[in-house]
């Protein structure tokens, strides 16, 4: 069983080795990681809008979610629209087979339901995994271009889902 919770103080150090782990199988399969940003990656643990997805007592991936979405990649009219906006959504390889990212997007659709909103909005640099967030119900709302790169912004309707048999459980 899986659960999410709020991230605490204590996790900075347990979350920065779960994106070690990620950056470790990124880079060897040739992909660019985030080693460089890692110490900034985990110390979102401390500011209150991360979560952590946890089995065992280990953490298995985490989720930064903000009350919207920034509103410069947003049109006015998305920007107000009631939304969560996830980033830096991590998982750790050594849990592949439990499929954390499915996870952790299931409790985000459930989790932007519970609190009243209709959108749970991300975005993302690469075209692999923007395909992989359409895979679990978002839809691709625009690609635009950030300092050069292409940025895949995405969006699903929020909705209640039953965590439990998905073998996760909490956050509310």
């Known amino acids: 069983m899986?659960?999410?919770?709020?991230?605490?103080?204590?996790?900075p150090d347990a979350v920065a080795a779960m994106i070690h782990a990620r950056?470790?199988?990124?880079?060897?399969?040739?992909?660019?990681?985030?080693?460089?940003n890692v110490g900034d990656l985990?110390?979102?643990?401390?500011s209150g809008a991360m979560w952590v997805l946890q089995a065992g007592g280990r953490i298995a991936g985490c989720t930064t979610v903000l009350p919207q979405a920034p509103?410069?990649?947003w049109t006015p009219e998305?920007?107000?629209?009631?939304?969560?906006?996830l980033f830096t959504t991590v998982t750790d390889p050594a849990?592949?087979?439990?499929?954390?990212?499915?996870?952790?997007?299931?409790?985000?659709?459930?989790?932007?339901?519970?609190?009243?909103r209709a959108w749970v909005r991300l975005g993302c640099f690469s075209p692999d995994l923007a395909r992989y967030y359409e895979r679990?119900?978002?839809?691709?709302v625009r690609k635009r271009q950030r300092e050069g790169v292409p940025l895949y912004l995405l969006a699903r309707?929020?909705?209640?889902?039953?965590?439990?048999?998905?073998?996760?459980?909490?956050g509310t």
Request: with cysteine; net charge negative.
């Open 42 to 46: 985990a110390g979102q643990a401390a």
């Open 136 to 140: 679990q119900g978002f839809t691709l």
């Open 2 to 11: 899986f659960t999410m919770r709020p991230a605490t103080g204590g996790d």
């Open 95 to 116: 849990y592949r087979r439990h499929r954390p990212g499915t996870l952790i997007t299931a409790w985000a659709v459930d989790h932007t339901a519970r609190h009243g």
């Open 23 to 36: 950056c470790d199988w990124m880079e060897e399969r040739g992909l660019p990681s985030w080693r460089e």
């Open 157 to 170: 309707r929020a909705e209640r889902l039953d965590l439990d048999a998905l073998g996760l459980s909490g």
């Open 78 to 85: 998305e920007t107000a629209a009631p939304s969560l906006y």
């Open 71 to 73: 509103p410069g990649d």
